[in-house]
């Protein structure tokens, strides 16, 4: 099982509540929704990160800095 760290968040009420109300229509914990959301967060992040990464290389392949796939297959 992986290691779990707690992390406590101290936040308005009015927020604390409305993630309470949003866990309880989902029949979830606060600590889950919560968990779920920061999961969601991250993972958008890192997909950010993959849509830069695909824009620099068609940006350089547009500029002609790369090596054709047909080229690299036949060599």
Request: proline share 3%; charged share 35%; hydrophobic share 35%.
């Amino acid at each position: 099982m992986d290691k779990i760290k707690f992390i406590g968040v101290k936040m308005p009420i009015k927020l604390a509540s409305t993630l309470e109300r949003i866990a309880e229509k989902q029949y979830k914990s606060v600590s889950t929704l919560v968990r779920e959301m920061v999961i969601d967060y991250v993972e958008d992040e890192m997909s950010l990160k993959s849509w830069k990464i695909i824009e620099k290389g068609q940006k350089e392949y547009r500029e002609g800095k790369c090596t054709p796939w047909r080229k690299v297959i036949h060599e």
